[in-house]
C-alpha cells in the first residue's frame, strides 16, 4: 500500500459532514460533543471558547481530521508545521508512530506540499463556519499556523505564500471552490443563506507558532519571530524545547518517575537554546511586540529527542511525548514564569491529559493542545472529556505560586509514574470475533482511514486517507496491522496496484487472498455488502 494521502474534495468534504449529522450526529465517525464551555478568552483578536484542541502533528493534517476534532469539542487548532520540505524529502520512515504508556514518533512537518496542506486548512475552516451556523454549534474556534524551521525557508516564496494565504484566503483556488460551490448547493441547509457564505471572513488566522530544529542559534530564532512580528504582521508564539530544564534535572526527573531507560545524552542540551538567552531573548521580543500591536508568547514544549534503544521505530533516535513529556513541559512553564512574573503568555502541548489540564488551565496557562492523549484509546472522543474537564475561567496571567505546587506535587502522584506496556499480541491468521466488536483502530486513527460498519460488524480501511503512521497497529488488542490486514478501499488504480492489501478498485475490481479479479459475485457476501454500504 502506499503512505501517499490524498485530499477528500470540498463537496464531498461538506455533504459527508452534513449528512452523518443528521443521521448519527457525528463527524468522521466521532460523536458531536453536546456542549462546549465557553471560558470566554480572547487570542490574537478574536474570541475563543474553549482552549482545548489538537496540538500540531498527526490529528491536523488533513480536513477531516479539523472536522474530526470540531465536532468532538475542539475550538483551537495547531495546524500541522509547514516548512519547504515535504514527502519523500522528509525522510520518514514508515510507521512512524509508537504509543505505549508513553509515545514515540519519527514524523515532524506535513507531508503533504505546501499548498495541499494550505488547501486542507482553507477546506477545513470554511465548513467548520458552516457546520457551526446549520447546527446551532460555538463558532468561536481558531486556527493557529505553525511554520519552521530557519529563517531562510520561512522566507521562502512557498512559506510565504502559504503565511498570506492563511492571513487573507480569497484568492486561493480552494477558497473560492469552496464559497463558490456552497453558493450553488444553498438547498443542502436550513440555516446557511448566500449572506452568510459570504460574509464568512477569509483570514484563515493571523496566529503563528515558530517551531525550530533542535540546535537553533538563538540570534536565528529572535530573528524568525522579529520578521513573523514585525514584517508579516502574525501574532507569534516561538516553540521552546523540554531541554530547558536542564540535563541534571531531566534525567532526575525520568529516573524518579520510573522513565530511567529512556536513553539520552546531553548533545540536544549542550546545542539547544539556553534558559539564560532564552529569558534574554524573550523579553526583547516582548517588547518588540508590543511596540507592533501583537501578542507574543511561547508554546510549550517540543517533544524531547532521545536514542532508539529497544526497536520501538527504525533508525537511531525518536521523539517522546506524552505522560513522562509533562513533568519536563511544566518545570519550563514554571521556569518561564518565574522568570517574567507570570506575564509571559503560555500555551501548553506536553503530555496534557484529564489528570492535570483542570490545574495546568487553573494556573493560567492557555490553550492547551494535545496529541498523544488523542492516539490512544478513544481518539478524538477524548477531547469531549477535555473539554467537560475545564475550569470555569482561565486566570489574566500565569499564577507563579499554584504553578510551583502544581511542579513540587508531581514525583509523589502515583499517576505519572511508569506503568507497564501490554504487551502486543502475536498476528493472528485470521480476524477472530473480538475483531468485530472493537472499534479501536476505528477511534485511534488521526486520518479516519479506518471505517466502521456496524451493521456488518466489520470496518474496512480506506487507503486515500492512510499515511501509515502505525498507530492502529500498536493499539490493536488483538494483534492484526488494521492497515494492512483491514479489506481496502482504493481510490485510483496507482494506489491498487502499488498494494499487496485484499480490497477493492470502486466497482472495477478487487484483490481477495491475492489474486485480483472483476467478477464481484465470487465475492463473499459480507464483503460485497461491505462495498455497496461504502460505495452506495
Known amino acids: 500500500m502506499s503512505d501517499k494521502m490524498?485530499?477528500?474534495?470540498?463537496?464531498?468534504?461538506?455533504?459527508?459532514?452534513?449528512?452523518?449529522?443528521?443521521?448519527?450526529?457525528?463527524?468522521?465517525?466521532?460523536?458531536?460533543?453536546?456542549?462546549?464551555?465557553?471560558?470566554?478568552?480572547?487570542?490574537?483578536?478574536?474570541?475563543?471558547?474553549?482552549p482545548v484542541g489538537p496540538a500540531a502533528g498527526p490529528h491536523t493534517q488533513l480536513a477531516q481530521n479539523l472536522i474530526a476534532g470540531f465536532g468532538a469539542g475542539a475550538r483551537v487548532f495547531e495546524l500541522k508545521t509547514v516548512q519547504i520540505l515535504y514527502?519523500?524529502?522528509?525522510?520518514?520512515?514508515?510507521?512512524?508512530?509508537?504509543?505505549?504508556?508513553?509515545?514515540?514518533?519519527?514524523?515532524?512537518?506535513?507531508?503533504?506540499?505546501?499548498?495541499?496542506?494550505?488547501?486542507?486548512?482553507?477546506?477545513?475552516?470554511?465548513?467548520?463556519?458552516?457546520?457551526?451556523?446549520?447546527?446551532?454549534?460555538?463558532?468561536?474556534?481558531?486556527?493557529?499556523a505553525s511554520v519552521g524551521y530557519n529563517l531562510e525557508g520561512i522566507q521562502s516564496p512557498t512559506v510565504d505564500g502559504f503565511l498570506n494565504a492563511m492571513r487573507d484566503a480569497s484568492g486561493t483556488d480552494a477558497w473560492k471552490e469552496g464559497i463558490d460551490w456552497t453558493l450553488s448547493h444553498l438547498d443542502l441547509f436550513e440555516h446557511v443563506d448566500a449572506d452568510f457564505v459570504r460574509s464568512i471572513d477569509p483570514c484563515v488566522t493571523q496566529f503563528v507558532t515558530l517551531s525550530t530544529m533542535h540546535g537553533c542559534p538563538a540570534d536565528e530564532i529572535e530573528r524568525i519571530a522579529s520578521y513573523l512580528l514585525t514584517e508579516k504582521g502574525f501574532h507569534t508564539y516561538i516553540k521552546c524545547n523540554p531541554t530547558l530544564v536542564g540535563y541534571e534535572r531531566v534525567k532526575t526527573l525520568l529516573e524518579d518517575l520510573g522513565y530511567g531507560?529512556?536513553?539520552?545524552?546531553?548533545?540536544?542540551?549542550?546545542?539547544?537554546?539556553?534558559?539564560?538567552?532564552?529569558?534574554?531573548?524573550?523579553?526583547?521580543?516582548?517588547?518588540?511586540?508590543?511596540?507592533?500591536?501583537?501578542?507574543?508568547?511561547?508554546?510549550l514544549t517540543n517533544t524531547f529527542p532521545v536514542?532508539?534503544?529497544?526497536?520501538?521505530?527504525?533508525?537511531?533516535?525518536?521523539?517522546?511525548?506524552?505522560?513522562?513529556?509533562?513533568?519536563?513541559?511544566?518545570?519550563?512553564a514554571r521556569i518561564l514564569s518565574e522568570a517574567f512574573d507570570g506575564e509571559l503568555p503560555i500555551s501548553f502541548s506536553g503530555g496534557i491529559d484529564l489528570h492535570n489540564i483542570t490545574d495546568v488551565v487553573a494556573c493560567g496557562i492557555a490553550p492547551v493542545t494535545v496529541a498523544t492523549l488523542l492516539l490512544k484509546a478513544g481518539g478524538y472522543k477524548n477531547l469531549t472529556r477535555l473539554a467537560k474537564a475545564m475550569p470555569e475561567s482561565v486566570p489574566s496571567k500565569v499564577d507563579v505560586a499554584k504553578l510551583t505546587a502544581l511542579?513540587?506535587?508531581?514525583?509523589?502522584?502515583?499517576?505519572?509514574h511508569k506503568k507497564a506496556d501490554r504487551p502486543r499480541p502475536a498476528r493472528p491468521e485470521s480476524f477472530p470475533e473480538a475483531c468485530y466488536k472493537c472499534r479501536n483502530c476505528v477511534d485511534v486513527c488521526p486520518n479516519r482511514a479506518n471505517y466502521p460498519i456496524p451493521e456488518l460488524k466489520m470496518a474496512i480501511h480506506i487507503d486515500a486517507y492512510c499515511n501509515e503512521c502505525g498507530n492502529c497497529a500498536c493499539l490493536c488488542p488483538i494483534g492484526i496491522i488494521p492497515y494492512k490486514d483491514k479489506f481496502t478501499l482504493f481510490s485510483c488504480e496507482e494506489d491498487f496496484n502499488d498494494s499487496i492489501n485484499d480490497g477493492f478498485l470502486g466497482r472495477e475490481k478487487y484483490r481477495w487472498h491475492g489474486q485480483v479479479g472483476t467478477d464481484f459475485?465470487?465475492?463473499?457476501?459480507?464483503?460485497?455488502?461491505?462495498?455497496?454500504?461504502v460505495l452506495g
Not at 521 to 533: F, G, Q, T
Open 307 to 332: 536514542q532508539i534503544r529497544r526497536g520501538e521505530l527504525a533508525g537511531d533516535a525518536m521523539y517522546m511525548s506524552g505522560k513522562p513529556l509533562f513533568p519536563l513541559a511544566i518545570n519550563v
Open 6 to 50: 490524498r485530499a477528500i474534495p470540498f463537496a464531498e468534504l461538506l455533504t459527508t459532514s452534513l449528512h452523518d449529522f443528521r443521521e448519527k450526529k457525528e463527524l468522521y465517525h466521532v460523536p458531536v460533543a453536546d456542549s462546549v464551555p465557553d471560558l470566554g478568552m480572547t487570542m490574537a483578536g478574536r474570541p475563543l471558547s474553549c
Open 87 to 144: 514527502g519523500e524529502q522528509l525522510g520518514i520512515q514508515k510507521p512512524c508512530i509508537w504509543t505505549g504508556d508513553e509515545a514515540y514518533n519519527i514524523e515532524w512537518s506535513t507531508e503533504l506540499t505546501i499548498e495541499g496542506a494550505r488547501d486542507e486548512y482553507i477546506r477545513a475552516y470554511i465548513i467548520l463556519h458552516l457546520l457551526a451556523r446549520e447546527f446551532g454549534l460555538d463558532d468561536k474556534f481558531q486556527f493557529h
Open 407 to 416: 511542579c513540587d506535587a508531581l514525583v509523589a502522584d502515583d499517576y505519572y
Open 261 to 299: 531507560y529512556i536513553s539520552f545524552d546531553t548533545t540536544h542540551f549542550d546545542h539547544d537554546l539556553k534558559l539564560d538567552d532564552a529569558i534574554a531573548m524573550l523579553g526583547r521580543l516582548r517588547e518588540k511586540a508590543a511596540a507592533c500591536g501583537r501578542e507574543f508568547g511561547v508554546k
Open 521 to 533: 459475485a465470487l465475492l463473499p457476501e459480507e464483503l460485497r455488502r461491505a462495498i455497496d454500504v
